[in-house]
């Protein structure tokens, strides 16, 4: 039996912590720390969430680098700004041998 479908006008809506759109199709994203935020949009919630690179000041979407609890977007700004940065690998793209 297909889920039961309830009519729009019966849905509460909730707003953006970001934009502040209120939108009947926002979600909501609760935090390791017990944060809760609402969104009408992944970019709000990218704005909101995603760490910045430490370097370029770029959002980290991705899996991004961690080199002494700093963040960094690639492994090419964690070596241009700390030495253990030089350990790092950038294996994603990179040919095998």
């Given at each position: 039996?297909?889920?039961?479908?309830?009519?729009?006008t019966?849905v509460?809506?909730a707003t953006?912590d970001?934009c502040?759109?209120?939108?009947?199709m926002?979600?909501?994203?609760r935090?390791v720390?017990?944060?809760?935020?609402?969104?009408?949009?992944?970019?709000?919630?990218m704005?909101?969430?995603?760490?910045?690179?430490e370097?370029?000041?770029?959002?980290?979407?991705?899996?991004g680098?961690?080199?002494?609890?700093?963040?960094?977007c690639?492994?090419h700004?964690?070596?241009q700004?700390?030495?253990?940065?030089?350990q790092?690998r950038?294996?994603v793209?990179a040919?095998?041998?």
């Amino acid at each position: 039996m297909p889920p039961r479908r309830v009519p729009r006008t019966l849905v509460g809506m909730a707003t953006c912590d970001v934009c502040g759109n209120d939108y009947w199709m926002a979600f909501e994203i609760r935090t390791v720390t017990g944060e809760s935020h609402w969104f009408d949009s992944f970019e709000c919630a990218m704005e909101k969430l995603a760490p910045r690179c430490e370097r370029c000041n770029c959002r980290i979407v991705g899996h991004g680098v961690e080199v002494e609890g700093m963040f960094y977007c690639c492994a090419h700004c964690a070596r241009q700004v700390t030495e253990l940065g030089n350990q790092i690998r950038d294996a994603v793209g990179a040919l095998p041998g």
